[in-house]
């Protein structure tokens, strides 16, 4: 038994369908379900007896208390977090709560837990952190991709907090012994992504007929990593990582904004032509450029293939068209996120593009 946290959000979805499909090892899944958790991702599973959701909050201690008593399990997968950066800084205090305040409450609930064991289930127990590459900063043009070792130089409210939690998470190992595990992955694309972020809003905008908003120049690099690589990394890590270590999780994809963009226009033209004929490309808008934005990222992800052995599966080219696939064929899917308070956040943020 493993407890994931943020279970219904994008990663943390993708993980758990991977690993039931990969694993017969049940999950409790604890997701607080704000505007990204979304338990139409886990459908698939209602009535699966190796799934077992509550809804709660990874800071509410007695909660969190009581669960591990109940389930008793072997590792705790923390995906919980607010993760996009525009929100964070229109409104930084939901990320501090969450991300910082929420991993510290867990983090003392685990540790209360992980001392009550003895044995094996002590020795055997692990917490995996699930961060991002966002902490470490941004990138020149011939700078080199960051590594486990980079110094964290976050920018935005958002990589802020993870960068805060992240301590935590390597504070609790130090100080109290407690076999943590962090891994730092690069921007994540694929089935199931909440239609805020770059890849799933440009398919739906373009569907849609509306504009394509890209900031600045669009020239915004970026290491995108198709999320079922990134479940097969954190199962490896689990199952082989070495306590109190950082392993950072990449594509070897990096591409500009507008490059991503012009691919999405591209297999939209050929798997979902326009009525008109014309090119999807054509609804491609500038827009205000983002206060703070990074220019570049880019994950070394050497060491989790030499010390692990993993590296990922898909090619940029093989992992995004089946993700442009994957949302045509899941337009209810959209249709169902594309209200509340995702709608009303993309209206504000994005005006009369969105």
């Known amino acids: 038994m493993i407890l994931v946290t943020g279970a219904a959000g994008f990663i943390g979805a993708n993980f758990v369908l991977d690993?039931?499909?990969?694993?017969?090892?049940?999950?409790?899944?604890?997701?607080?379900?704000?505007?990204?958790?979304?338990?139409q991702s886990l459908e698939s599973l209602q009535g699966d007896a190796?799934?077992?959701?509550?809804?709660?909050?990874?800071?509410?201690?007695?909660?969190?208390?009581?669960l591990l008593a109940e389930h008793r399990p072997r590792a705790i997968v923390n995906f919980a977090a607010e993760s996009?950066?525009?929100?964070?800084?229109?409104?930084?205090?939901?990320f501090i709560q969450t991300n910082v305040v929420g991993t510290f409450h867990l983090l003392e609930a685990v540790r209360a837990y992980w001392g009550g064991l003895e044995g094996a289930a002590k020795a055997d127990f692990r917490f995996l952190h699930v961060s991002t590459d966002e902490v470490y900063g941004t990138l020149g043009?011939?700078?080199?991709?960051?590594?486990?070792?980079?110094?964290?130089?976050?920018?935005?409210?958002?990589?802020?907090?993870?960068?805060?939690?992240?301590?935590?998470?390597?504070?609790y190992h130090h100080t109290y012994g407690l076999p943590v595990l962090t891994t730092n992955c690069s921007n994540n694309y694929g089935p199931y992504h909440f239609p805020e972020k770059l890849i799933p809003l440009m398919i739906v905008n373009a569907l849609a007929g509306k504009p394509?908003?890209?900031?600045?120049?669009?020239?915004?690099?970026?290491?995108?990593?198709?999320?079922?690589?990134?479940c097969s990394a954190i199962r490896r890590v689990l199952e082989a990582g070495r306590p109190g270590e950082t392993y950072n999780v990449g594509g070897w994809n990096e591409k500009p904004n507008i490059e991503?963009?012009?691919?999405?226009?591209?297999?939209?033209?050929?798997?979902?032509?326009?009525?008109?004929?014309?090119?999807?490309?054509?609804?491609?808008?500038?827009v205000k450029d983002r206060p703070g934005h990074d220019r570049r990222y880019a994950i070394d992800a050497n060491k989790i293939h030499q010390e692990l052995g993993?590296?990922?599966?898909?090619?940029?080219?093989?992992?995004?068209?089946?993700?442009?696939?994957?949302?045509?064929?899941?337009?209810?899917?959209?249709?169902?996120?594309?209200?509340?308070?995702?709608?009303?956040?993309i209206g504000k943020q994005y005006g009369a593009t969105a």
């Open 212 to 230: 394509l908003p890209v900031y600045g120049d669009g020239m915004q690099i970026r290491d995108w990593l198709y999320v079922k690589d990134h």
């Open 260 to 286: 991503i963009v012009n691919t999405v226009c591209a297999l939209l033209d050929e798997l979902s032509p326009r009525a008109d004929g014309k090119p999807y490309a054509g609804q491609i808008t500038y």
């Open 310 to 345: 993993w590296k990922p599966a898909e090619t940029f080219e093989t992992g995004i068209r089946k993700t442009v696939q994957w949302y045509l064929d899941n337009a209810a899917w959209v249709a169902a996120v594309q209200s509340g308070d995702y709608r009303n956040w």
């Open 50 to 66: 190796r799934h077992a959701f509550v809804h709660g909050d990874i800071g509410d201690r007695s909660l969190v208390d009581a």
């Open 84 to 94: 996009h950066v525009d929100r964070s800084i229109h409104g930084p205090e939901d």
């Open 141 to 171: 043009a011939g700078d080199a991709p960051f590594t486990e070792t980079t110094a964290y130089e976050p920018n935005s409210p958002y990589s802020a907090s993870k960068a805060a939690s992240d301590h935590l998470v390597r504070a």
């Open 19 to 39: 690993w039931l499909a990969q694993l017969d090892e049940p999950v409790v899944n604890l997701d607080k379900l704000t505007y990204a958790g979304n338990l």
